[in-house]
């Protein structure tokens, strides 16, 4: 049987969220002082999908909510070149596997891709198309911020997440 929590019980339930960072997530300073400054509970271990999840009173969600962040437009790019098949497959396997992934791109707009302001030779409508057409192959939500807003999107993202799925029991 489900259990239905109160506003009040899922916000109390909410102040312990803890941000799970991938062990293999590299240059996250920025990230990881936004969450020591908030006083926002994170530990680090691999995780399988993403670069980061959340936990909650001991209960992993791992399986079911994953953020992917790339710096820049290069690295997503040479997720979509170099690295295609290796990150299609963690994308596939994703979505098989029922886990709502958020990408989150830094240093980075819709305009920057149209501008082509990357270094990458990939073309700005063949990287605007991988990423639209993924969005809707993986169920994707893919955002983009300044580094400076990123930590408070991660945290922001998972925490109305969780709120949902302990809304819904």
Request: hydrophobic share 40%; proline share 1%; net charge negative.
């Amino acid at each position: 049987m489900r259990h239905h929590y109160t506003d009040g019980e899922i916000r109390k339930a909410l102040s312990e969220l803890t941000v799970i960072v991938d062990s293999r997530e590299q240059v996250n300073f920025h990230l990881i002082s936004w969450f020591d400054g908030k006083g926002i509970q994170h530990v680090t271990r691999a995780l399988e999908t993403g670069d980061y999840s959340a936990m909650l009173d001991g209960e992993t969600f791992e399986d079911e909510v994953a953020i992917e962040r790339k710096a820049n437009l290069d690295e997503i790019a040479g997720n979509f070149t170099t690295g295609r098949e290796r990150f299609e497959r963690e994308m596939i396997r994703a979505k098989a596997n029922g886990i709502k992934v958020f990408l989150i791109i830094e240093n980075a707009s819709w305009h920057d891709i149209l501008l082509h302001n990357y270094h990458s030779q990939l073309k700005p409508q063949s990287l605007m198309a991988s990423l639209l057409s993924w969005q809707v192959r993986y169920n994707i939500t893919i955002m983009f911020c300044r580094p400076e807003e990123t930590a408070q999107l991660m945290y922001s993202t998972l925490y109305y997440w969780a709120w949902n799925r302990l809304k819904r029991g």
